[in-house]
């Protein structure tokens, strides 16, 4: 694969948060799948399991499991100054029907992959890296479970779909219907389906605030008293996601 398809495959992927319920082949998220388990992870210990779900009442149970901490979500965002809040819940109590739109668009995704992982399976990597001395276990960890994510993304996006990331807040009812194992848990879930709308390119910071040559070039850094800038930044670019979404389902 050259570059620039990379590049146009990187920039084509983005999160899909309207589905079309048409069902998608098997093949395809055996495909999705395939490609997912060659992700790198701390000593190749491979943290993840996947439960793909297509059955319309196990989706159905899963998507009130989701929804079922909505109010707690909504609640929780509220308690930070409105530019702060995430896009998807800075509305007043009188619109939070919009919020729950934004946030439930993948509810008609033909297929939901259920990505579980296991915190043993982190016993496979460097000890040291496993131990509590500087924190640096959760993030081999979490970060292995992050490769498997992205590349379930990028090899959904390869075949055209769309997908999307779901993080969950708790695990008992998921656990309920999935019957996965202690201690498993599950970790987020993908649904992927034909997409809805197609978004422009992502919104990113301009390259040139990220890297460094040689040394860190301090005039770039971060200062505790203009963290706030980088956060009204970030919410901009978070913003300027959703309008675009907002906008290619107008058009539906
Ligand atoms: C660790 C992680 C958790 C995320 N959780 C969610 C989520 O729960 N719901 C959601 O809609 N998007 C979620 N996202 C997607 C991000 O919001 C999205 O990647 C970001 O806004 C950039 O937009 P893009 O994916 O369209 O490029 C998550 C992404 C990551 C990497």
């Not at 701390?42 to 943290?47: D, H, I, R």
């Not at 029907?97 to 915190?119: H, L």
């Not at 379930?152 to 019957?179: N, P």
Request: glycine share 6%; aromatic share 10%; charged share 25%.
């Amino acid at each position: 694969m050259k570059y620039d398809e990379l590049l146009e495959l990187l920039r084509y992927r983005r999160s899909i948060r309207v589905f079309k319920p048409d069902p998608i082949p098997d093949e395809s998220i055996m495909k999705i799948l395939d490609a997912a388990h060659y992700a790198m992870s701390g000593g190749n210990s491979q943290p993840w399991e996947f439960i793909v779900v297509k059955d319309a009442k196990i989706k159905e149970g899963i998507f009130n499991a989701y929804l079922a901490n909505f109010e707690l979500t909504y609640h929780l965002e509220q308690q930070r100054a409105p530019r702060y809040r995430h896009p998807a819940f800075n509305v007043p109590p009188e619109e939070k029907d919009k919020a729950r739109q934004m946030v439930c668009g993948w509810k008609d995704a033909p297929v939901y992959i259920m990505v579980v992982e296991d915190g043993r399976k982190m016993f496979g990597s460097v000890l040291a890296a496993r131990s509590d001395l500087n924190g640096e276990s959760l993030s081999v960890f979490a970060s292995s479970m992050g490769h498997v994510s992205m590349i379930l993304h990028l090899a959904a996006a390869a075949l055209g779909l769309g997908s999307q990331r779901v993080d969950v807040c708790t695990q008992e009812s998921y656990r309920q219907i999935l019957k996965y194992p202690e201690p498993s848990r599950l970790s987020f879930i993908v649904p992927v389906g034909y997409r809805a709308y197609q978004p422009g390119p992502p919104h990113r910071l301009p390259l040139k605030s990220l890297v460094h040559f040689d040394q860190y070039d301090t005039s770039k850094a971060i200062r505790d008293d203009n963290f706030l800038e980088y956060l009204d930044k970030i919410r901009a670019l978070g913003r300027l996601g959703y309008e675009d979404e907002t906008a290619a389902r107008k058009k539906l």
